[in-house]
Protein backbone atom coordinates (compact mmCIF):
# COMPACT_ATOMS: atom_id res chain seq x y z
CA UNK A 1 0.00 0.00 0.00
CA UNK A 2 1.28 3.58 -0.81
CA UNK A 3 2.11 6.10 2.05
CA UNK A 4 2.14 9.62 1.71
CA UNK A 5 4.16 12.32 3.77
CA UNK A 6 2.28 15.95 3.82
CA UNK A 7 4.94 18.28 5.13
CA UNK A 8 4.26 22.18 5.96
CA UNK A 9 7.04 24.34 6.37
CA UNK A 10 6.25 27.97 7.98
CA UNK A 11 9.28 30.62 7.75
CA UNK A 12 10.03 34.20 6.48
CA UNK A 13 13.58 32.98 5.57
CA UNK A 14 14.00 31.07 2.14
CA UNK A 15 17.91 31.19 1.76
CA UNK A 16 18.11 27.62 2.95
CA UNK A 17 15.87 26.49 0.75
CA UNK A 18 18.30 25.87 -2.73
CA UNK A 19 20.75 23.80 -0.38
CA UNK A 20 17.70 21.90 0.70
CA UNK A 21 16.42 21.02 -2.97
CA UNK A 22 19.96 20.24 -4.26
CA UNK A 23 20.18 17.52 -1.96
CA UNK A 24 17.04 15.88 -0.48
CA UNK A 25 15.75 14.21 -3.74
CA UNK A 26 18.02 12.12 -3.76
CA UNK A 27 17.93 11.20 -0.17
CA UNK A 28 13.93 10.86 -1.01
CA UNK A 29 14.62 8.79 -3.82
CA UNK A 30 16.48 6.28 -1.84
CA UNK A 31 13.89 5.35 0.20
CA UNK A 32 11.31 4.39 -2.57
CA UNK A 33 9.65 7.86 -2.12
CA UNK A 34 9.56 10.45 -4.56
CA UNK A 35 7.94 14.49 -4.79
CA UNK A 36 4.40 14.59 -5.87
CA UNK A 37 4.06 17.94 -5.18
CA UNK A 38 5.90 21.11 -4.14
CA UNK A 39 4.34 24.69 -3.32
CA UNK A 40 4.95 27.07 -5.84
CA UNK A 41 2.92 30.19 -3.97
CA UNK A 42 0.90 31.40 -1.59
CA UNK A 43 -0.74 28.45 0.55
CA UNK A 44 -4.33 29.43 1.56
CA UNK A 45 -6.51 27.44 4.36
CA UNK A 46 -9.47 26.65 2.90
CA UNK A 47 -11.17 25.29 5.88
CA UNK A 48 -10.41 24.75 9.47
CA UNK A 49 -7.75 26.51 11.84
CA UNK A 50 -5.03 25.47 10.45
CA UNK A 51 -2.07 28.55 10.67
CA UNK A 52 -1.60 29.23 6.87
CA UNK A 53 2.30 27.35 5.91
CA UNK A 54 4.90 28.99 3.77
CA UNK A 55 5.09 25.82 1.81
CA UNK A 56 3.53 22.36 1.15
CA UNK A 57 5.72 19.59 -0.18
CA UNK A 58 3.90 16.03 -0.64
CA UNK A 59 5.81 13.17 -1.12
CA UNK A 60 4.98 9.21 -1.93
CA UNK A 61 6.50 6.53 -0.66
CA UNK A 62 6.12 2.82 -0.92
CA UNK A 63 5.26 2.47 3.04
CA UNK A 64 5.00 4.35 6.25
CA UNK A 65 8.13 2.59 7.10
CA UNK A 66 10.04 3.72 4.51
CA UNK A 67 9.05 7.65 5.33
CA UNK A 68 10.28 7.11 8.41
CA UNK A 69 13.11 5.72 7.76
CA UNK A 70 14.24 8.37 5.12
CA UNK A 71 13.43 10.95 8.14
CA UNK A 72 15.70 8.60 10.59
CA UNK A 73 18.36 8.49 8.10
CA UNK A 74 21.84 9.28 8.81
CA UNK A 75 22.14 11.08 5.45
CA UNK A 76 18.86 13.28 6.09
CA UNK A 77 20.11 14.66 9.39
CA UNK A 78 21.99 17.74 8.47
CA UNK A 79 19.02 18.50 6.13
CA UNK A 80 16.99 18.28 9.47
CA UNK A 81 18.93 20.74 11.11
CA UNK A 82 19.10 23.06 8.46
CA UNK A 83 15.57 23.05 8.10
CA UNK A 84 14.85 23.56 11.75
CA UNK A 85 17.80 26.40 11.98
CA UNK A 86 15.33 28.47 9.60
CA UNK A 87 12.03 27.09 9.84
CA UNK A 88 9.20 25.46 11.63
CA UNK A 89 8.06 22.19 10.19
CA UNK A 90 5.01 20.26 10.55
CA UNK A 91 4.36 16.49 8.64
CA UNK A 92 2.05 14.47 8.41
CA UNK A 93 2.39 10.59 7.41
CA UNK A 94 -0.58 7.88 6.29
CA UNK A 95 -1.32 5.06 4.36
CA UNK A 96 -3.29 5.74 0.97
CA UNK A 97 -6.21 3.75 -0.67
CA UNK A 98 -6.97 3.28 -4.25
Same mark, same amino acid.
Given at each position: ???????? #????????? @?????????????? *????????? *????? @?? *?? /????? *???????????????? /???????????? &?? &?????? #?? #???? &??
Amino acid at each position: MTAHMVAM #IYTDDFSWI @AEYSANVPQIVAKY *GGEYAFTSA *GAVTV @AE *GD /LPVPS *GVGTFNFPSCDAIMQF /LNSEEYQPFIEL &RN &RHSKTQ #IL #IFEG &RG
